[in-house]
């Protein structure tokens, strides 16, 4: 049987566009977002995939919504520390509002406080 290859483009396509940053189910039904579900593949994917997956999320930090510029700097953080620390400073002080759900509580942040506080971390 052939398997195809893992390219990841569906899922850094949703990263790309998401318009909410939730590490988890959302709502009181526990629903994983679409983006969450792809930020969980790409994580799994960094294990055997990082030097090919990690040029494109660092594309990501200067052309995704602001929610998916945070999922890249979170995958980023996991594929390697210093590149990590690296996508957080790139990301200090920009302005972008992002909707976030912890659970069933929406809030709001911005990019840069998001970002200033992963570099207190």
Known sequence: ML???QT????LRLLADADTLAFGGV???GTLL???KAYFTVEEGLRQHGDALRPRLEALLGRATPAGRLYAAELLTH???TAGRSA???LRGQGGEVKTFNGCIMGSTTVGR???ERLRD
């Not at 990841?8 to 899922?11: C, N, P, S, V």
Request: net charge negative.
């Open 79 to 81: 594929a390697d520390a």
């Open 34 to 36: 679409p983006a969450t």
């Open 114 to 116: 998001y970002a200033e």
């Open 8 to 11: 990841y483009d569906d899922e």
């Open 88 to 90: 957080w400073q790139q």
């Open 3 to 5: 398997w195809k290859k």
């Open 27 to 29: 709502g009181i039904a």
